[in-house]
């Protein structure tokens, strides 16, 4: 066993990124490719890279819906041993202002299911949500590989 | 604009999605098959997602919608061939799509579908099975 190289690890190192910008729903269908081949190329599992892509296309829609569309940086990132990819959807639509209502289960203010944001959160590994009213949503996503 | 093709088969409708789905071709899929369904007078759906990588809230939902939608109107909705990364996906999106009937592959799908069906309204179309007996 080699040793752990303890606090080190802890950090995320970026390696690789893309951005795309989303402003039209057919944009969607190239950015999931695009998140699909950064799995593969990381070697992440079929069931993982399903989640990402599916937690990615819940977000896309949110982008596509409430903000008109925004940009996507897609990366590869590192943490120690692991691998991952990271998402970060950013808008400059109208924001969340309460955003414990809008992360809740079957909580919509459109017609939907109300399971984006909430079922985005549970497909991955690590969600952050930032957003100001008025001015936009950032919305950070990590998938590890083996996650 | 794209489209997805309903072929008519007897009784029945087949739908096999193969490309990849935005959320305006699920949309017009979804009124298309309610409108054959409604013309051609069927008695049964089936849906082929073996080719669909992912299945998110929005396609879940269309799927669930063409479910209902059909039995209103007097048929059964099958969705077959499901790739188990998917399945896995939308029971932890939270999505379980309750009411939609699924069955493992095209084939189990429609005896599936047949068997629900009473035989004589499943003999109304050109049954390719009914034919045969009747030679």
Do not use: C, H
Request: charged share 25%.
């Amino acid at each position: 066993m080699r040793p752990e190289r303890g606090k080190t690890s802890k950090m995320i190192l970026s390696l690789s990124k893309d951005e795309m910008e989303i402003v039209r729903e057919q944009d969607v269908v190239p950015f999931r490719n695009r998140v699909r081949e950064y799995s593969v190329r990381i070697k992440m599992g079929l069931v993982n890279q399903t989640k990402l892509i599916t937690a990615a296309s819940e977000l896309v829609r949110n982008m596509l819906n409430y903000a008109k569309g925004g940009r996507i940086r897609i990366e590869i990132v590192s943490k120690g041993r692991d691998n991952g990819i990271r998402l970060t959807f950013s808008d400059k639509g109208p924001g969340i202002s309460n955003i414990d209502l809008a992360m809740k289960d079957g909580w919509s203010t459109a017609k939907s299911l109300g399971l984006g944001l909430p079922g985005a959160r549970r497909l991955v590994n690590e969600f952050d949500i930032k957003s100001e009213p008025g001015k936009g949503t950032t919305i950070t996503i990590i998938k590890w590989s083996n996650g | 604009m794209e489209k997805i093709p309903i072929l008519k088969m007897g009784p029945f409708l087949l739908v096999t999605i193969q490309v990849d789905l935005y959320d305006r071709l699920a949309l017009n899929l979804e009124s298309d098959l309610i409108q054959m369904v409604n013309k051609v007078g069927s008695k049964g759906v089936l849906i082929d997602i073996s080719a669909v990588n992912i299945v998110d809230s929005f396609m879940g939902r269309i799927l669930g919608n063409i479910a209902s939608m059909s039995r209103i109107l007097d048929a059964q909705t099958v969705v077959v061939g499901m790739q188990p990364a998917v399945a896995i996906t939308l029971v932890e999106l939270g999505l379980p799509l309750n009411g939609v009937r699924t069955a493992l592959n095209v084939e189990k799908g429609m005896k599936l579908l047949q068997s629900m069906v009473s035989p004589d309204e499943a003999g109304e179309g050109e049954n390719i099975e009914d034919d045969t007996i009747a030679v």
